[in-house]
């Protein structure tokens, strides 16, 4: 059983950076994918970043191109989300996915696809 576990949310100020992680049991870093997805309050559920298995690729929601980094630390069984240049609208529950997924940079990640999911953390942008 794959358990995930994110944390490193809180609130910041604009501009501000936030690193996220997610804790990781059960997960084959080669063999499954990982993703992270974020939902603002009557908002639905929307694709951050997606690293791929074999392929390696990683994906980025266009709206946080160049202000994101998602990496993989296998060793220490973490998956990171560094963010910054934030914004109020990047203001949601930032969720940890994990699944049988597979795809390229340029494969939108789709919520569905996700088996494993964590139980979120909260990242609040003030203006």
């Not at 576990?5 to 994918?33: D, H, I, W």
């Not at 908002?43 to 298995?53: L, P, W």
């Not at 069984?77 to 109020?88: D, E, T």
């Amino acid at each position: 059983q794959v358990q995930l576990v994110e944390s490193g949310g809180g609130s910041v100020q604009a501009g501000g950076s936030l690193r996220l992680a997610c804790a990781t049991s059960g997960y084959n870093y080669g063999t499954m994918g990982v993703a992270w997805f974020r939902q603002a309050p009557g908002k639905g559920r929307e694709g951050v970043a997606a690293i791929y298995a074999y392929s390696g690729g990683t994906w980025y929601a266009d709206s946080l191109k160049g202000r994101v980094t998602m990496s993989e630390d296998s060793a220490k069984n973490l998956v990171y989300l560094q963010m910054s240049g934030l914004k109020p609208e990047d203001s949601a529950m930032y969720y940890c996915a994990a699944g049988y997924v597979h795809g390229s940079s340029t494969t939108v990640p789709q919520d569905h696809w996700y088996v494993f999911w964590g139980q979120g953390t909260q990242v609040t942008v003030s203006s």
